[in-house]
C-alpha cells in the first residue's frame, strides 16, 4: 500500500551496448530526461535508487541470452530442458534408466526465456527433477545412504 513506484527499464541492441559505455549518472540522467519528456505534463522526481545491470561486460553470459529463429516451438525448450541418463539418452527417450544430468537456465523454459526469473524458475524445476531421482536405501551397517 505504502510501497514505493518501481521502474524497470529493459535495453537491448546497440543501444544497450552505448548504455554499458555511459556511467550510472548518465544513464539516471538520461532516463528521468525522457520521462520528463514523455510526462511533461507531471512532476517526474529524481530517483531514490536505482541499480544498472551491464550484461555484456559480465564475462560468464557476454551480453548474451536465448534467441530461437522463427518456426521454433515449446518442444525445442521441452528439448533443451531434457535431462540425460549416463549413456547420453533423453528423457524423452523410452525407457527407465535413471537421469543423470539436469538443465536449468533462461534458455530452458517456453514461458520466460532470455529472463533471469526464467532462469531462476528452471533451476527450481531441475531441483525437483533431482530430488525425485535420489533413491533411499537403508544399510544396516552404515547410516542412510543416496543412491542416485
Given at each position: 500500500e505504502n510501497a514505493p513506484p518501481i521502474l524497470m527499464s529493459l535495453v537491448s541492441g546497440k543501444e544497450a551496448v552505448a548504455c554499458e559505455c555511459m556511467s550510472d549518472k548518465e544513464l539516471v540522467d538520461e532516463v528521468v530526461s525522457t520521462l520528463r519528456t514523455i510526462f511533461s505534463k507531471d512532476s517526474v522526481p529524481e530517483p531514490t535508487s536505482f541499480r544498472f545491470t551491464?550484461?555484456?561486460?559480465?564475462?560468464?553470459?557476454?551480453?548474451?541470452?536465448?534467441?530461437?529463429?522463427p518456426g521454433a516451438t515449446d518442444q525445442d525448450f521441452h528439448l533443451l530442458q531434457s535431462p540425460i541418463n549416463g549413456n547420453g539418452d533423453s528423457l524423452l527417450l523410452e525407457g527407465s534408466e535413471t537421469m543423470r544430468l539436469f538443465f536449468a537456465g533462461e534458455h530452458t523454459t517456453a514461458l520466460h526465456p532470455s529472463m533471469a526469473h526464467g532462469a531462476l524458475l528452471s533451476g527450481m524445476r531441475a531441483a525437483r527433477e533431482v530430488v525425485s531421482t535420489v533413491q533411499f536405501k537403508l544399510d544396516e551397517d552404515k547410516n542412510t545412504d543416496r543412491i542416485i
Open positions: 551491464r550484461w555484456g561486460q559480465d564475462k560468464y553470459s557476454r551480453g548474451s541470452y536465448t534467441f530461437l529463429p
